[in-house]
């Protein structure tokens, strides 16, 4: 017996999220970058009234009393620094730096990170934040210490390239990445996946993009020319206070925020190097770095959906914050490595697929491997997590996902069917395809009957759709009406003679399978082999049928009747040969002898027997 399984519900775009914190956490984060659907369906289900690029500034009080949307927050930002961490630490060993560095790299990477995501989540989008932080984490965790760790780094051991130069390359880097990433997270949650919605064209994307960036760069250049705290503050403020009106309608909530951002982006250069400047001159560079994020986000939001958003924020303040540091730097480097940074985060719906390729088919296979032996001993199979059911930017076609469907359609058909049925609106319609191909030759190869042939048309579909496949089962289909319009007659002659024209029909169909190149040839052959016999079995044994129960030319001799013991009996001797052959046929056909009176009906059964015995 297979184990209950929820009506077979974990074939769905709407998945249970794990009730521990942690655990869910990273499911949240998996469902963001490989299942958006997913993430969907689970703040639908959480907050119906929030969109999915929602931020912290769209939670009104209903929200934030919930238990559920607190829950929600909680997990969206507890697994990504874990995970960008690990990025972290893996490229710096990679790298081979001792443990110190990769230590203080992931310290680092994390710090700035959570900084850039908190200032993207705020008034800009979480999910967007999301991407930001890991792409930022890690650019910075890992470019930054292999540049500045240690006095092995880029810039001692090249005292010819500028520090100013290495940072803002590293800097175009890090917005550039969280660019990419952003646009491909948002886009995904949103719902449109790499399409854009028709009123989204490429020019008010570009346009929207630019703007934010020219906006964020702006920003950045006037911060730094300002001169007194109280400009600088008012520089960062504004913005910030016009992009959360933008996004909420809400004038005292817009006036908050902003003197609070003014007042934290103010607290700059506050004094001597302490604890406490430090961590004032780290909450100004949050300050600076939300408005400098948020204003092109909201601005490139409307204009052209949340995709160029999360673009045109991160570009912006990534421009922004360099020029606030770097005033007299060329903007080309940061310009370039941006660039670089926003086709490998744009691309990544398109490499990723192919890289991880090789990884999900050997995943895959091993369970296919597992379910061969767990299916067959009715253990649930494990085909729900196969690559196919939670990465939708997959658009290879994932090889042996059809015969892992048609094993488990075999042996638990429930689950199968449900399979199919999520598969057959994805990317991966083809499995299900080939499986009902699969199935419907199965149905046909198993006709072993002229009955069971005449019904193949009631349970075999085929549609009037174009391809090699849906053409063979036409012609499968209307073999299988034409025998059903033969069994219908009710003379043998013309039985035997509509199977003929049928058989006829399957040579040449054979013939065709047998010479062709076409993908399902190979696999219909045989069927119509065995259909041609069957038919053939069957229009032999109608020709017997018929030839017993056709009519006998008369074999009277008119005359005086003729007893047994006068042996001058003169009849039709071959036709009387053939009467006798079939009396002593064991299957016993009916004969009837009819005629009018003085033919030689009696003479003729007086003797009957006569002729056999003579020869």
């Known amino acids: ?92 060993w990679l790298a081979g730096q001792p443990g110190s560095v990769i230590l203080l790299g992931i310290i680092v990477g994390l710090a700035v990170g ?33 540049a500045f760790g240690t ?24 917005a550039g990445l969280a660019g990419g990433l952003g646009f491909g997270v948002a886009a995904g949650v949103a719902g449109s996946g ?24 702006a920003a950045g250049r006037l911060s730094n020319l ?7 503050g008012m520089i960062v403020g504004i913005p910030f206070g016009v992009a959360v009106w933008l996004r909420t309608r809400r004038w005292g909530y817009s006036l908050l925020t902003g003197w609070l951002v003014a007042v934290a982006g103010s607290l700059t250069h506050v004094g001597d190097v302490t604890l406490g400047a430090g961590m004032l001159e780290l909450l100004a560079v949050t300050a600076i770095l939300a408005s400098l994020f948020t204003l092109p986000y909201v601005l490139a939001e409307r204009i052209a959906g949340p995709w160029a958003g999360a ?18 730097q060329s903007f080309v480097p940061i310009l370039l490595f941006s660039m670089a940074g926003v086709l490998l985060g744009l691309t990544l719906a398109w490499w990723r697929p192919v890289v991880m390729y090789p990884l999900l088919l050997l995943w895959n296979g091993l369970l296919l491997r597992l379910d061969e032996r767990r299916v067959v001993q009715g253990r649930r199979s494990l085909l729900r997590l196969h690559s196919a059911f939670w990465d939708e930017a997959q658009r290879l076609r994932l090889l042996g996902l059809e015969r892992h469907l048609l094993l488990v359609l075999t042996e638990q058909p429930a689950i199968g069917l449900a399979a199919m049925e999520y598969l057959s609106i ?40 174009a391809g090699p496949a849906s053409a063979l089962l036409r012609s499968f289909n209307r073999v299988s009406q034409d025998v059903d319009a033969a069994l219908q007659q009710e003379s043998l002659f013309n039985r035997r003679l509509t199977l003929s024209t049928v058989e006829d029909r399957l040579n040449r169909l054979l013939r065709e399978l047998t010479s062709s190149n076409e993908p399902y040839a190979d696999r219909f052959q045989p069927i119509a082999a065995g259909w041609r016999h069957v038919l053939a079995q069957a229009t032999q044994r109608l020709a017997e049928e018929t030839e017993l129960r056709q009519e006998i030319d008369s074999p009277y001799i008119i005359g005086v009747p003729l007893t047994e013991a006068q042996e001058i009996f003169i009849g039709r001797t071959d036709i009387s040969s053939r ?37």
């Open 1 to 92: 017996m297979v184990e209950p399984d929820s009506s077979f519900t974990v074939f769905t775009d709407a998945p249970s999220l794990r009730r521990r914190l942690l655990s869910g956490s990273f499911q949240l984060l998996f469902w963001l970058f490989f299942h958006p659907t997913a993430w969907r369906s689970h703040l639908a289900l959480v907050a119906p009234e929030l969109r999915p690029n929602f931020c912290l500034a769209d939670l009104g009080w209903p929200q934030w009393r919930s238990r559920d949307v607190w829950r929600l927050l909680l997990m969206s930002f507890l697994a990504w620094p874990l995970v960008a961490g690990g990025l972290i630490a893996l490229g710096l």
């Open 114 to 146: 959570t900084i850039a995501s908190a200032a993207a989540g705020f008034a800009g989008s979480i999910v967007v934040g999301t991407a930001v932080g890991l792409a930022v984490s890690v650019v910075i965790g890992v470019g930054g210490m292999l």
């Open 151 to 174: 006095v092995d780094s880029l810039v001692f051991t090249s005292p010819q390239l500028p520090v100013d130069l290495v940072a803002g390359t590293i800097l175009g880097l890090a």
């Open 194 to 217: 790499a399409r854009l919605q028709p009123g989204d064209s490429l020019l008010r994307q570009v346009g929207g993009v630019l703007a934010g960036v020219g906006i964020g760069a």
């Open 226 to 232: 300002a001169t007194g705290q109280l400009t600088i």
């Open 311 to 328: 673009m045109a924020g991160a570009l912006g303040a990534g421009s922004g914050f360099f020029l606030f540091t770097y005033p007299e």
């Open 426 to 465: 994805g990317r991966q319609r083809w499995a299900v395809q080939q499986v009902q191909i699969e199935l419907d030759a199965r149905q046909l190869a198993a006709c072993d009957s002229v009955q069971a042939i005449a019904g193949a048309h009631q349970r075999v579909v085929a549609g009037e759709l």
């Open 579 to 615: 009467i006798e052959q079939l009396l002593l046929d064991r299957r016993r056909p009916p004969l009837l002898l009819y005629g009018q009176r003085r033919v030689g009906k009696t003479s003729l059964l007086n003797n009957l027997g006569r002729q056999r015995f003579e020869e």
